[in-house]
């Protein structure tokens, strides 16, 4: 009852309702054999029907196996329902062709033209070893055993093609992607996903988020129906946040930290006025989170799916913690980039940092029973 169909015109885990875990994880090929990347994208995809399904990695199982052989099943998510469990697979432009120049799949001529890394952003703290990719899944799931195994079972089943490049575990997501869904809280204590783009905006998304025929130039048609993905693992500084009076914080995000109103209206889904004037200034405050990424100044929309994280502490007695930045969008420079230059002047700047970047391609959804992750471009 609780398995998401793997199949379809798109991937599962982009505008299915946020789930509540999330494991993430960028993958280095280690092989210039294509054949291997090939075979390893059909065991792949067949492990994620199944393991979608809620059924163990390969067919014979963790434990009904040849005592002599290694399980096809790690085990741990024996007696787990499905769990709502989406896999969602991105091509980082490294795949197409490597930061020296090499193609080594011969894919480069198939690169589309908006697959290109990220630019660096005013304040970006990057750490090199926590970012990019030559691939990249995203497992979400209602329990965070379910998405830690079906990862854990795909780097099994890709020893000798990747290695694990990073990854990162989410916890609470910080955005709902359906009207039916409740409106999470983030670290920051503030309601989020509110005016986030819905499953139920068709028109939005194909505007905003699928990428159409034509779209990436020459070579590129295998990405219809796909969509591209940026991560950023934003650090938040709890301890400097949690010391700024309340109207400060309202202020720098824009709304009210209770019922999650813009400032100047009263409920949740008021619209968002920049032109609303109280006592001669505007209600919202020009340099807030909430006008600087609003469509209005920001120009355009962006599908966000983020997670919370804390990963420990730093050793100085702060919290590790922040928003796992997931979004979505049809193009990079006219999605995220876009809405984060505008946000250079973003008040909510001094209370956070962004500590690492990766930009992916996600290929159109798995349509039939033969079809395997990324064929159309292979
Ligand atoms: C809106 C929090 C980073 C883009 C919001 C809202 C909150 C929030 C509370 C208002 C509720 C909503 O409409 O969803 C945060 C926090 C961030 C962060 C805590 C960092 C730790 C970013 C980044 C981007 C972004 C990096 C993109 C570059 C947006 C957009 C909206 C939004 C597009 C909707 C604005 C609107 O249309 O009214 N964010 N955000 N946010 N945020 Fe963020």
Not at 31 to 56: F, P, Y
Not at 133 to 155: E, K, M, S, T, Y
Not at 158 to 175: E, H, I, P, Y
Request: charged share 20%; aromatic share 8%; proline share 6%.
């Amino acid at each position: 009852a609780d398995a998401i169909p793997f199949t379809g015109r798109h991937q599962a885990g982009i505008v299915t309702p946020a789930q509540d875990r999330l494991h993430f994880i960028a993958l280095d090929v280690t092989t210039d054999s294509r054949d291997d990347l090939v075979e390893m994208l059909k065991t792949w995809t067949e492990a994620a029907r199944r393991m979608t399904a809620g059924q163990d990695a390969g067919p014979v199982g963790a434990v009904d196996g040849n005592e002599h052989a290694a399980p096809d099943d790690t085990g741990e998510a024996l007696g787990l329902a499905a769990s709502g469990l989406t896999l969602t697979i991105g091509f980082g432009p490294t795949l197409f062709t490597t930061a020296d120049g090499r193609d080594r799949f011969g894919l480069a001529a198939r690169k589309p033209a908006a697959l290109v890394e990220l630019p660096e952003f005013a304040g970006d703290r990057i750490d090199p070893a926590i970012s990019g990719g030559d691939l990249c899944i995203q497992a979400c799931a209602n329990d965070p055993q379910v998405a830690v195994h079906a990862v854990r079972n795909l780097v099994r089943l890709g020893a000798g093609v990747v290695s694990v490049r990073w990854s990162q575990l989410g916890f609470g997501r910080t955005s709902s992607t359906s009207t039916e869904q409740a409106t999470p809280r983030n670290l920051m204590g503030f309601k989020d996903g509110t005016n986030n783009l819905k499953a139920e905006n068709g028109q939005a998304l194909d505007r905003f988020v699928w990428v159409a025929p034509g779209d990436g130039g020459p070579g590129a048609d295998w990405l219809a129906g796909g969509s591209y993905l940026v991560t950023r693992r934003i650090r938040m500084l709890v301890e400097h946040w949690d010391t700024v009076p309340l109207g400060r914080q309202e202020a720098a995000m824009g709304r009210r930290k209770g019922s999650g109103a813009p400032l100047g209206q009263r409920a949740e889904f008021d619209p968002v006025d920049l032109t609303h004037v109280v006592d001669g200034k505007p209600a919202i405050p020009a340099d807030s989170h909430v006008a600087l990424s609003n469509p209005t100044n920001a120009g355009t929309a962006i599908l966000r799916r983020g997670y919370s994280f804390v990963d420990g502490s730093d050793g100085s007695g702060r919290l590790d913690a922040g928003l796992f930045f997931i979004a979505y969008q049809r193009n990079p420079e006219t999605g995220f980039v876009q809405v984060q230059r505008n946000l250079a002047g973003d008040a909510l700047n001094q209370f956070i940092e962004h500590t690492s970047s990766a930009v992916f391609a996600c290929p159109p959804g798995v349509e039939s029973g033969d079809d395997w992750w990324g064929r159309a471009l292979f």
